[in-house]
């Protein structure tokens, strides 16, 4: 059936008016129905499977394929969120007897199944009828077919199609016993649109906001240059734009319209799904600044993401772990890993690093330490046409078994034995860091250097205490649970409201241990500079304040090494010349001219302290701030002293048991001694006593729950 022109109207006047009621002036609300909420705890298991498309097969092998999954314990399978032109081979009409096939045989051999929605690639008759629907980006860009993740998801008439795909494979699903939830589309983002009927909807949505044209040329300062609106008729195309506040609302809509997008679709599934299925969304790398997570996820009943990594020796966790400290973080709860990989990737065949031996098995303990509930592989075959040829699955090109698929049906019977002692790992970490999108793109739109930036830092904040052991939790701007962490690290956290900052203030009063790292607080909300003295309303709480700032051509040593780093005692690219209140220098540049001001410094304010960096540190020094701090705050202990490969990670299991996981990344065995109290190493099966020498063998892992 054609969309006619009332049910476009119809469609675009609910997108239009979604603005004015999805909105508040702080911020955009969820607007998914109320709804049964799935509960990670039912999971009887952690789940392990892959993603699965027979239709990519170049020969009819599904039963072949089932029993290999079978075979090998493979407990999970998501299907069919590539697929929309077979779904749909004509406009109007809907084939489910290729799937329905595939469904009754993995239901058959007990194999649990996730339904992807479709909406992700257009097929050809769509492009064909509708070539308006694709991306049209700033500067005229257009997308053309070809690409997934193409699409104007605000434009009504793809919306249209997508709405009635979704209702017919739901209809068609929805009583279906093996499918146990629904993930919405795939990776999504707004792919930079800058469609027409996305520079209409942003009027709307600055109207929600703003209210008057003069509370929005206050908020960017558009007199500058004379650019002041007097009627909203006024507003300009975003194209050819360099206000900097004007820039980042421009984001924030971005941001908006693919949550709101999501959000609309899981509003379509949850009319029809069980109370027992549940709907995700399948997150690409985050912490991803395009796509607000934290909002997307109020609308899922559990978050999913899609986490890749290096291979071979530089493979370390680190990726793994972040994405996962991530996922945790947006709901406070377990998530699922819906790709990873499964062998070596790339679009081409450039950068192909297959992982070692114990490497594949070694990653699923990563994750599942980190809370994760299930793990996936992108994908199960190896496809031999296509951009993606080269990103293989657990089975090669020869879709023979072979080592991959070895050490995944060994790990796939460990799982069937130990799953239910793992599965809704809970953590209990001290330690968070804030998490900013505003601040990444206030940095972007003005830069101080090109090599380091928001991501590099709170990279390197991450990355030093995950080498120290140090369990890690993520919070954001409008998190409500601060006194929750004992420190609490801050990223150059650039724009933020006086009210945001307040908050941080009131965290260090209360007791917590803040470190903030330089340019926090400079700008507003809107990304306009602050007229009062810097660090605005952190001042008192940091005990400093400064009027200038330097770049650094050069890079500058501490005086005196205060940390002993050694030849790593080194600052670089910004220097903020502070000047102390109440604070006291932990480090002064060692220059004649910058010598005069601290580098770092660290003030009492009521019971906690703040810890600033006025510079960007090395990683060493970074490491030796971060850790001071730490173990001032009581923090440390015997992780600190493992060796360097291996990472440790604590939680408490379903039977409120404590889980010790320790994790080798390296080609060489490792030697420490265990120093928690006496229980069994599970993979093993094996007693563990308190202060027992364990020697991890290479990618290897150990977990421990204590009795």
């Not at 603005?19 to 709804?35: I, K, Y």
């Not at 991803?288 to 990594?309: G, K, M, Q, T, W």
């Not at 772990?321 to 699922?336: H, I």
């Amino acid at each position: 059936m054609f969309p006619t022109t009332k049910m476009l109207r119809n469609a675009k006047r609910g997108l239009i008016s979604a603005f004015a009621c999805a909105m508040t002036f702080g911020g955009l609300l969820a607007h998914a129905q109320t709804r049964d909420t799935f509960h990670p705890d039912r999971m009887d298991t952690v789940l392990y499977g892959v993603a699965y498309y027979p239709e990519y097969m170049p020969y009819d092998r599904l039963d072949q394929d089932v029993q290999l999954m079978q075979k090998a314990g493979i407990t999970v399978v998501r299907i069919g969120e590539s697929s929309w032109g077979l779904w749909e081979p004509q406009d109007g009409k809907f084939e489910f007897d290729w799937m329905d096939r595939v469904v009754d045989k993995l239901h058959a051999a007990g194999i649990r199944i996730i339904m992807g929605t479709p909406t992700y690639s257009i097929p050809a008759w769509m492009y064909k009828e509708h070539p308006e629907i694709v991306v049209t980006r700033l500067g005229g860009q257009y997308l053309y077919y070809g690409l997934r993740q193409n699409t104007d998801l605000l434009n009504p008439t793809y919306r249209f199609y997508c709405d009635r795909i979704i209702r017919k494979i739901l209809e068609h699903y929805k009583n279906n016993p093996a499918i146990i939830g629904f993930q919405i589309d795939n990776e999504t983002s707004s792919a930079g649109a800058a469609n027409h009927d996305m520079q209409v909807g942003f009027q709307e949505y600055l109207k929600a906001k703003f209210h008057t044209v003069d509370d929005l040329n206050k908020g960017w300062g558009l007199n500058y240059w004379g650019q002041r609106l007097n009627d909203w008729t006024e507003l300009p195309p975003r194209d050819g734009i360099i206000n900097p506040g004007w820039k980042l609302e421009w984001e924030r809509y971005s941001q908006w319209l693919t949550t709101d997008f999501l959000a609309w679709q899981a509003s379509i599934v949850n009319e029809y799904k069980r109370p027992d299925q549940f709907v995700t969304h399948d997150f690409a790398g985050p912490p991803r600044p395009e796509v607000n997570e934290l909002d997307v996820s109020r609308s899922l009943d559990i978050a999913a993401a899609n986490p890749y990594h290096e291979t071979q020796e530089g493979f370390d966790g680190e990726v793994s772990s972040r994405v996962g400290d991530y996922m945790r973080s947006l709901k406070n709860a377990n998530y699922l890993i819906t790709e990873t990989n499964a062998e070596a990737i790339g679009w081409d065949s450039k950068g192909q690093y297959p992982p070692y031996d114990g490497q594949l098995r070694l990653d699923v303990y990563t994750h599942a330490s980190s809370g994760a509930n299930m793990v996936e592989y992108w994908h199960w075959h190896s496809i031999h046409y296509g951009q993606e040829t080269y990103w293989k699955g657990v089975l090669g090109h020869d879709l023979a078994p072979g080592r991959a698929y070895e050490e995944v049906s060994r790990t796939a019977h460990e799982l069937q034995r130990i799953g239910g002692e793992i599965v809704d790992l809970q953590r209990k970490n001290q330690v968070a860091i804030l998490y900013s999108d505003d601040s990444y793109y206030g940095i972007e739109f003005m830069k101080f250097s090109d090599r380091v930036n928001y991501r590099t830092i709170e990279q390197q904040m991450y990355r030093v205490l995950y080498r120290a052991n140090i369990g890690i939790d993520f919070v954001f701007p409008d998190s409500t649970n601060l006194s929750s962490y004992n420190v609490i690290l801050v990223p150059p956290l650039y724009v933020a409201s006086d009210a945001v900052l307040r908050k941080l203030a009131e965290y260090v009063r209360g007791g917590g241990n803040l470190v903030v790292a330089f340019k926090s607080a400079f700008c507003n909300e809107y990304s306009t500079v602050r007229w009062e003295m810097a660090p605005g309303p952190l001042r008192e709480a940091a005990g400093i304040h400064y009027q200038e700032f330097s770049s650094l051509e050069q890079r500058l040593a501490l005086k005196d090494d205060p940390f002993h780093a050694g030849d790593d005692n080194r600052v670089t690219t910004w220097a903020e010349m502070l000047i102390l209140d109440t604070a006291k220098a932990l480090a002064y540049y060692d220059h004649p001219f910058f010598g005069k001001y601290p580098a770092i410094t660290q003030n009492t304010f009521g019971k906690g302290t703040l810890t600033y960096e006025g510079t960007v540190l090395s990683d060493k020094l970074q490491g030796d701030v971060l850790l001071a701090v730490l173990q001032k705050a009581g923090l440390t202990g015997p992780d600190q002293n493992l060796p360097a490969p291996v990472r440790v990670k604590h939680g408490i299991n379903r039977k409120a048991k404590t889980l010790h996981y320790y994790l080798n990344y390296s080609s060489e065995p490792q030697t420490f001694s265990y120093e928690y109290g006496a229980g069994s190493e599970i993979l093993q099966q094996i007693a563990v006593s308190h202060g027992q020498s364990i020697t991890l063998k290479p990618w290897d892992a150990a977990i421990i729950e204590e009795k």
